[in-house]
């Protein structure tokens, strides 16, 4: 894995994980994505909000989303784009200068390895292990699946409904044709 240093960039779906990295007495990110990790002297929480503003919505309007459809208030998955499935979640508040990142799809597994430490194996096979509990992991692990759970569901509902309007009704059977015939009240 190279290691290069950027100022732009832009969350997309070969991003797995941006953790705070102190340099000198600044935090910058280092982003691990599938083939390299990028320096970039951005806090992990304003690549969220540019990523989000790059696909064309603000964080804000993402945080509210998912606050909708899913009912919590503290540390919210964050969808960042849905067609290519860039879905985010935080480790702390996306304030603290702690708080890590990590993108659900990229993710294989994860193991306890202390009170405090998560081991993290992605798809790529890369593992490392990350400051952050086995128990706050796992939780928002589960909190990510269920927005994605909820927003597919919204689409599939919108998708239904549209087929509907756009084919009509589907025709009925000669039983239920009936059925509604004799059931009519005049």
Known sequence: M?????????VNACTMYIKPEEYGNRIFSLIGEVEDEILSPLKPFSIIQKGCAYYGVDYEGRRKGTRLLIDYSRKLPIVI?????????????????????????????????SARETLV???????????????TFNTQ??????LQMKLMQRVEFSNKRLAFVLQGPKPLKASESNELYLNRKE
Not at 2 to 8: A, L, Y
């Open 2 to 10: 190279t290691e290069k240093h950027t100022g732009d960039y832009i």
């Open 81 to 113: 784009e849905p067609i290519n499935n860039i879905y985010t979640f935080c480790t702390a508040s996306p304030e603290s200068p702690k708080c890590i990142w990590f993108f659900t799809e990229h993710i294989k597994d994860f193991r306890r390895v």
């Open 121 to 135: 194996i992605f798809r790529n096979n890369q593992s490392h292990i990350f400051p952050v509990s086995y128990s």
């Open 141 to 146: 692990m589960l909190r990510t699946s269920y």
